[in-house]
T-cell receptor, first 117, second 116 residues
Framework: AQKITQTQPGMFVQEKEAVTLDCTYD???????LFWYKQPSSGEMIFLIY????DEQNATEGRYSLNFQKARKSANLVISASQLGDSAMYFCAMRAPLWGNNRKLIWGLGTSLAVNP | DGGITQSPKYLFRKEGQNVTLSCEQN?????MYWYRQDPGQGLRLIYYSQIVNDFQKGDIAEGYSVSREKKESFPLTVTSAQKNPTAFYLCASSVPGQGQHTYEQYFGPGTRLTVT
């Protein structure tokens, strides 16, 4: 069965420090994509970063990077130099398989991140 | 500005009434989605549509209905048959196609529905 697991319900980080949010996934498909979204208290889901299963390099987008360990089936989000505005819920999601018309995402339960000043 | 609009932000209804949630996008995306989010939960897919005049049930379609008469619009009706309709509803869209592309979903601001 396809599944996304986020084991950290809540995390705290000091402003300007780095933080890692965990995500493990389960799929039997060889081609898949992993997404991270941010949901601030306003409710809107904001796309942050994407990693494809065949991508050899870890994805990076500004202060966001994805620590992709295929053998361990993990796709952890690393936020560097945390800012107060990073306080939000963070969701990991997966699309599998990537080929064909499948556009459904499988979602984790999220991790609540609080950045302390 | 391109984006997805959902209206209203907050919606209140009496039990037994049908209610329609609006979702409009001007991103020229073919695919649109409706999700439900409950407190402490991830997103659950209600319905999705990959092209005009076609849509498929998601994981929790019972008690909901949709239409897709225009590319830009994908309204969701919460019917009286939905046993627990109070939730946060999110609409999204993405570019469909073949092959290994990102096709990330873009989301609207959401509608918080309260049924009493």
């Amino acid at each position: 069965a396809q599944k996304i697991t986020q084991t950290q319900p809540g995390m705290f980080v000091q402003e300007k420090e780095a933080v890692t949010l965990d995500c493990t996934y389960d799929t039997s498909d060889q081609s898949y994509g992993l997404f991270w979204y941010k949901q601030p208290s306003s409710g809107e889901m904001i796309f942050l970063i994407y990693q494809g299963s065949y991508d050899e390099q870890n994805a990076t987008e500004g202060r966001y990077s994805l620590n992709f360990q295929k053998a361990r089936k993990s796709a952890n989000l690393v936020i560097s130099a945390s800012q107060l505005g990073d306080s939000a819920m963070y969701f990991c999601a997966m699309r599998a398989p990537l080929w064909g018309n499948n556009r459904k995402l499988i979602w984790g339960l999220g991790t609540s991140l609080a950045v302390n000043p | 500005d391109g984006g997805i609009t959902q209206s209203p932000k907050y919606l209140f209804r009496k039990e037994g009434q049908n209610v329609t949630l609006s979702c409009e996008q001007n991103l020229n995306h073919d695919a649109m989605y409706w999700y439900r989010q409950d407190p402490g939960q991830g997103l659950r897919l209600i319905y999705y549509s990959q092209i005009v005049n076609d849509f498929q049930k998601g994981d929790i379609a019972e008690g909901y209905s949709v239409s897709r008469e225009k590319k830009e619009s994908f309204p969701l009706t919460v019917t009286s048959a939905q046993k627990n309709p109070t939730a946060f509803y999110l609409c999204a869209s993405s570019v469909p196609g073949q092959g290994q592309h990102t096709y990330e979903q873009y989301f609207g601001p959401g509608t918080r529905l309260t049924v009493t």
